[in-house]
Nanobody
Framework: VQLQASGGGLVQSGWSLRLSCAAS????????LGWFRHAPGKGREWVSCISSSDRTSYYADSVKGRFTISVDDARHTVYLQMNDLKPEDTAVYYC???????????????????WGNGTLVTVSS
Protein backbone atom coordinates (compact mmCIF):
# COMPACT_ATOMS: atom_id res chain seq x y z
CA VAL A 1 0.00 0.00 0.00
CA GLN A 2 1.39 3.36 -1.02
CA LEU A 3 -0.10 6.82 -0.75
CA GLN A 4 1.37 9.94 -2.32
CA ALA A 5 -0.13 13.31 -1.47
CA SER A 6 0.33 16.43 -3.59
CA GLY A 7 -1.30 19.74 -4.40
CA GLY A 8 -0.26 21.90 -1.49
CA GLY A 9 1.02 25.42 -1.89
CA LEU A 10 0.90 29.03 -0.77
CA VAL A 11 -2.43 30.79 -1.29
CA GLN A 12 -4.24 33.82 0.00
CA SER A 13 -7.17 33.73 2.37
CA GLY A 14 -10.37 32.93 0.49
CA TRP A 15 -8.67 31.02 -2.29
CA SER A 16 -9.07 27.34 -3.14
CA LEU A 17 -6.77 24.34 -3.48
CA ARG A 18 -7.32 20.73 -4.39
CA LEU A 19 -5.16 18.12 -2.74
CA SER A 20 -4.65 14.75 -4.39
CA CYS A 21 -3.62 11.45 -2.88
CA ALA A 22 -2.51 8.86 -5.41
CA ALA A 23 -3.00 5.34 -4.12
CA SER A 24 -1.42 2.10 -5.25
CA UNK A 25 -1.28 -1.48 -4.10
CA UNK A 26 -4.83 -1.80 -2.85
CA UNK A 27 -8.46 -1.45 -3.83
CA UNK A 28 -9.71 1.95 -2.75
CA UNK A 29 -13.29 0.70 -2.60
CA UNK A 30 -12.43 -1.61 0.31
CA UNK A 31 -10.71 0.98 2.47
CA UNK A 32 -11.63 3.92 4.63
CA LEU A 33 -9.84 7.01 3.38
CA GLY A 34 -8.99 10.04 5.42
CA TRP A 35 -7.32 13.42 5.39
CA PHE A 36 -5.58 14.77 8.47
CA ARG A 37 -3.49 17.85 9.11
CA HIS A 38 -0.73 18.91 11.44
CA ALA A 39 -0.30 22.60 12.13
CA PRO A 40 2.80 24.09 13.79
CA GLY A 41 2.52 23.79 17.56
CA LYS A 42 -0.61 21.65 17.40
CA GLY A 43 -1.42 17.96 17.38
CA ARG A 44 -2.60 16.03 14.38
CA GLU A 45 -6.16 16.96 13.52
CA TRP A 46 -8.69 14.97 11.59
CA VAL A 47 -10.12 16.87 8.59
CA SER A 48 -12.34 14.53 6.60
CA CYS A 49 -12.86 10.87 5.79
CA ILE A 50 -14.90 8.34 3.87
CA SER A 51 -15.93 5.21 5.74
CA SER A 52 -15.09 1.77 4.40
CA SER A 53 -18.64 0.49 4.84
CA ASP A 54 -21.18 2.73 3.14
CA ARG A 55 -18.75 5.33 1.71
CA THR A 56 -20.32 8.09 3.79
CA SER A 57 -18.24 11.26 4.04
CA TYR A 58 -17.52 12.98 7.34
CA TYR A 59 -16.05 16.39 8.08
CA ALA A 60 -14.58 18.18 11.05
CA ASP A 61 -16.68 21.14 12.12
CA SER A 62 -13.82 23.49 11.28
CA VAL A 63 -13.99 22.60 7.58
CA LYS A 64 -17.61 21.60 7.07
CA GLY A 65 -19.15 23.49 4.17
CA ARG A 66 -15.73 24.48 2.80
CA PHE A 67 -13.93 21.19 2.14
CA THR A 68 -15.09 18.22 0.08
CA ILE A 69 -13.56 14.75 0.01
CA SER A 70 -14.01 12.58 -3.06
CA VAL A 71 -12.66 9.41 -4.60
CA ASP A 72 -11.94 8.60 -8.23
CA ASP A 73 -11.71 4.82 -8.26
CA ALA A 74 -10.63 4.75 -11.90
CA ARG A 75 -7.68 7.03 -11.17
CA HIS A 76 -6.97 5.45 -7.76
CA THR A 77 -6.94 8.91 -6.28
CA VAL A 78 -8.52 10.61 -3.28
CA TYR A 79 -9.12 14.33 -3.44
CA LEU A 80 -9.68 17.07 -0.91
CA GLN A 81 -11.21 20.16 -2.46
CA MET A 82 -10.58 23.08 -0.14
CA ASN A 83 -12.52 26.29 -0.71
CA ASP A 84 -12.57 29.58 1.17
CA LEU A 85 -9.25 28.80 2.80
CA LYS A 86 -8.38 30.56 6.04
CA PRO A 87 -5.02 31.17 7.74
CA GLU A 88 -5.99 28.61 10.38
CA ASP A 89 -6.05 25.96 7.63
CA THR A 90 -2.27 26.29 7.35
CA ALA A 91 -0.79 22.87 8.03
CA VAL A 92 0.86 19.82 6.55
CA TYR A 93 -1.91 17.65 5.15
CA TYR A 94 -1.71 13.85 5.13
CA CYS A 95 -3.85 11.20 3.49
CA UNK A 96 -4.41 7.82 5.09
CA UNK A 97 -6.10 4.51 4.36
CA UNK A 98 -7.29 1.56 6.40
CA UNK A 99 -9.62 -1.37 6.14
CA UNK A 100 -12.48 -1.94 8.52
CA UNK A 101 -13.27 1.58 9.67
CA UNK A 102 -17.04 1.88 9.78
CA UNK A 103 -19.06 5.02 10.05
CA UNK A 104 -17.50 7.93 11.86
CA UNK A 105 -14.69 5.74 13.21
CA UNK A 106 -12.85 6.81 10.07
CA UNK A 107 -12.15 10.08 11.93
CA UNK A 108 -9.83 8.40 14.46
CA UNK A 109 -6.26 8.73 13.25
CA UNK A 110 -4.63 5.96 15.35
CA UNK A 111 -6.94 3.54 13.55
CA UNK A 112 -5.24 4.05 10.22
CA UNK A 113 -2.73 1.51 8.94
CA UNK A 114 -1.28 3.38 6.01
CA TRP A 115 -0.13 6.97 5.70
CA GLY A 116 1.09 9.04 2.82
CA ASN A 117 3.66 11.79 2.81
CA GLY A 118 2.50 15.24 3.78
CA THR A 119 1.84 18.20 1.56
CA LEU A 120 2.16 21.72 2.97
CA VAL A 121 -0.69 24.18 2.68
CA THR A 122 0.04 27.76 3.68
CA VAL A 123 -2.74 30.34 3.74
CA SER A 124 -1.74 33.97 4.09
CA SER A 125 -4.09 36.61 5.45
Amino acid sequence: VQLQASGGGLVQSGWSLRLSCAASGFNLAQYALGWFRHAPGKGREWVSCISSSDRTSYYADSVKGRFTISVDDARHTVYLQMNDLKPEDTAVYYCAASRGLYGSSCSIFPSYDHWGNGTLVTVSS
